[in-house]
């Protein structure tokens, strides 16, 4: 009976003791653990524009761009007017190691331009001409390919010919935006005439004359200097100078040197008054004799247009207008006169005539509504009407005079 309990049992030891050193592999004390590696963060995948470069083929005739790009990308285009453009926004896409513009100036193509539309958008545009070429997009694995051409010197077919491989073009400056403007014009007052009555004391009697300033049309000279701001909106300064010539004129009334209560209406006509005009300065007090009241109005102007209408060649666009005018004004200053019997109106006769010169500076905002059409690449030609109203007082007859008056400009415009 011992002896078969000792051959039962050894089978048993066997298979416990394997069964425990199976454990004892399979889960190693705690303490012998590794600590867990830190986890890595995921990095972010980072697409870049890498280059752009363009190569005439020499069978087809066409102009082949190619853009590529470094990781994984989208593209989506369009098309733009008012000037021509082609747009493809790449997406996403982050950074751009492609030089900002591109000239091309062949096959319709005038510019290629690069830059970082929004943060994961970067946006390639493709000036074209006003008569716009013929194009075709391919997609490739590592970017686009962009095939321009003349129907005259390109066959209808839309995919290109294979071309050799291109060269990086070197970056050129981009332009500025800036646009050189000016020309000459007229200017018309919507209130041209100044009139002033003052009374004064003649034999006894109260006498008058009424002085009269009347604004001719006049010439204007205006140079300025914009910059566009986008495709719809523009900003700049300039200066214009014009010449007022304004016609004097008195009427008086006088009383009779012998009649009580008789008084005579006398005219006195701007070449009446010609022969013997003389001038008061606010510096110079001592009078100088002119033929005519000439004087100048500079006005220093700031603007902004906003575009209303747009075509390949026309641009009509409208805003305010803000100006610092500065000038002088003429006022009377006192006049004699001789007489002679039998004193009637025809006996008068005006001996002289003195004028006071009253300086002025004042704000004079405006409304500005310009019209350009384009003559060619950079150079347009423009029409503008521009209205101005400003109240400028006289100091020598504490009155004001109106300026109220409208600016028609005719000029050339040249972009750079």
């Given at each position: ?92 896409v982050n950074g751009i ?214 075509t390949e060649t026309i ?62 690449d950079n150079l347009n ?36």
């Amino acid at each position: 009976m011992e002896e078969f309990l000792k051959k039962s049992f050894t089978p048993i030891r066997g298979i416990l003791c394997g069964l425990v050193l199976v454990a004892t592999l399979s889960f190693p004390a705690a303490a012998q653990e590794p600590p867990p590696e830190p986890a890595v963060p995921a990095q972010e995948t980072v697409s870049v524009l890498k280059e752009i470069s363009y190569k005439k083929t020499p069978v087809a005739g066409q102009l082949v761009v190619t853009v590529r790009l470094e990781g994984t990308f989208a593209f989506e285009t369009f098309a733009l007017t008012g000037p021509m453009r082609l747009v493809i926004d790449f997406s996403p896409v982050n950074g751009i190691d492609a030089p900002p513009v591109t000239t091309v100036n062949d096959a319709g193509l005038r510019n290629i331009r690069a830059g970082q539309f929004l943060p994961s958008v970067a946006r390639v545009v493709f000036d074209l001409d006003d008569r716009a070429p013929s194009y075709s997009i391919t997609s490739l694995p590592d970017g686009v390919r962009v095939a321009f051409w003349r129907e005259a010197s390109a066959g209808v077919e839309a995919s290109p010919a294979p071309v050799p491989a291109e060269k990086p073009v070197a970056p050129v400056p981009a332009p500025s935006g800036l646009v050189l403007r000016g020309g000459p014009g007229m200017t018309l007052f919507f209130k041209p005439e100044f009139a002033v009555k003052r009374d004064f004391g003649l034999y006894g009697e109260t006498a008058s004359v009424t002085e009269r300033l009347n604004q001719k049309i006049a010439p204007v000279f205006d140079v300025g200097l914009g910059k566009r701001i986008n495709p719809q909106f523009s900003a700049g300064l300039g200066v214009a100078y014009q010449t007022l010539r304004p016609d004097p004129s008195l009427e008086a009334s006088l009383p009779h040197p012998f009649q009580a209560n008789t008084f005579r209406q006398v005219t006195f006509e701007t070449e009446d008054l010609t022969e013997n005009m003389w001038v008061i300065s606010q510096t110079v007090t001592k009078p100088r004799q002119v033929r005519r009241l000439d004087t100048g109005l500079w006005t220093v102007t700031a603007w902004g247009l906003y575009s209303v209408y747009q075509t390949e060649t026309i641009d009509v666009s409208a805003g305010p207008v803000l100006g610092l005018s500065f000038g002088s004004l003429y006022s009377l200053e006192d006049f004699e006169v001789t007489e002679k019997s039998p004193y009637q109106s025809k006996d008068v006769t005006l001996t002289s005539v003195t004028y006071t010169e009253n300086k002025f500076i004042k704000l004079d905002p405006g409304m500005l509504l310009s019209g350009a059409y384009t003559l060619g690449d950079n150079l347009n030609v423009f029409a503008t009407l521009r209205l101005h109203y400003v109240d400028v007082m006289v100091e020598s007859l504490q009155r004001r005079a109106s300026l109220f008056r409208l600016n028609l400009l005719l000029g050339l415009e040249y972009g750079f």
